[in-house]
């Protein structure tokens, strides 16, 4: 793979034996499970523990809890909530986990690259850490118990973000997730399940996880994936032979270095437009990671956090195009 992944993810959900799930825990119970956690990652003999930032989420403001969601460290729900929930962080935020979201752990890591193989091994490390100081709830036939039952067995989800301009512009998203669902794989917009697809990006995961081992699960999300980045990039070649196509991504170059304000919307359509020119061969003065770095600069939140105040819709679009602008 290539240009068409951007990033790729292993999920592990867990949960502690002696405790019912956090949905029907009182506050003090789930403050107590992930201190149970927490602690338990402290005392291990690991040097992971020395490189792990610990936030609860009531120490949060809204813009905080909303950037975790746009750097994919946290989902919507769980940052919806405060009340005991703690999220853990490596200082280089490829690895986070969630206490208290659905289940008690929610184990992700991420990897800007297209090696599901490698963000799966450092999530079955963490997995056996934990493991050797918690008691996980498991049953000999259904695997890891997880309050949703979608979630039993491996309790694995691997995710592979997907850049799928061509295939949007040409409407062919909406058979390839019928055909996917067939497959046991779910295709999603940019963060996960009910979320719209910004830019042309698509988070392709497995479903199923009971009856099925995680390196089964692995090799046939890698399978899919590669065949349709293969369709993308068939897709792009019939696209770029078109004048105008050509024309749009260059303009969207132009507009990108030009505006003097600029919604999210429109820069993450620009920058996708402008990603698969770099991609097809028509502009070569940006980078494809240069692009990658930008579309989590720009994120209305992330933005606030990192300027360290209120910003209003408009003073969020004037400041966005100077990101934009000054990085390429």
Not at 123 to 129: H, N, S, V
Not at 261 to 269: K, Q, T
Request: one cysteine or more; aromatic letters at 4%; hydrophobic letters at 40%.
């Amino acid at each position: 793979m290539n240009n068409t992944v951007m990033e790729t993810r292993i999920r592990l959900a867990r949960n502690l034996k002696k405790y019912p799930f956090p949905c029907r825990l009182s506050s003090q119970q789930k403050t107590e499970v992930a201190n149970i956690i927490i602690d338990s990652i402290k005392n291990s003999n690991s040097p992971l523990a020395n490189d792990l930032e610990i936030i609860w989420i009531k120490d949060l403001s809204e813009a905080e809890r909303i950037s975790l969601v746009e750097k994919h460290l946290a989902s919507p729900e769980f940052v919806s909530e405060a009340e005991g929930r703690a999220i853990i962080l490596s200082k280089d935020r490829t690895m986070s986990v969630m206490l208290n979201e659905e289940d008690h752990i929610r184990l992700q890591i991420l990897k800007k690259s297209d090696n599901l193989d490698e963000a799966y091994d450092i999530a079955d490390k963490l997995d056996t850490l934990l493991d050797e100081n918690l008691e996980f709830a498991f049953d000999e036939k259904l695997g890891y118990l997880t309050q949703c039952p979608t979630n039993l067995g491996t309790g694995m989800r691997a995710s592979v973000m997907l850049h799928l301009p061509a295939l949007k512009a040409g409407k062919a998203i909406g058979r390839i997730a019928g055909n996917l669902q067939k497959l046991g794989l779910t295709i999603r917009g940019l963060y996960g399940e009910g979320s719209e697809p910004k830019g042309a990006m698509y988070q392709l995961s497995n479903q199923v996880t009971l009856g099925i081992s995680e390196q089964s699960a692995i090799d046939n999300l890698k399978n899919i994936a590669s065949q349709l980045e293969a369709q993308e990039l068939a897709a792009q070649k019939r696209m770029i032979k078109s004048i105008e196509a050509q024309d749009k991504l260059c303009r969207s170059l132009g507009i990108l270095k030009t505006a003097k304000l600029i919604s999210r919307d429109e820069a993450m359509d620009l920058l996708s437009n402008v990603r698969f020119g770099v991609s097809a061969g028509v502009i070569d003065e940006v980078e494809i990671s240069t692009i990658d770095s930008i579309i989590e600069k720009i994120q209305p939140a992330t933005m606030m956090v990192e300027k360290r105040e209120q910003l209003s819709p408009t003073d969020r679009d004037i400041l966005r195009a100077e990101i934009i602008q000054s990085v390429i």
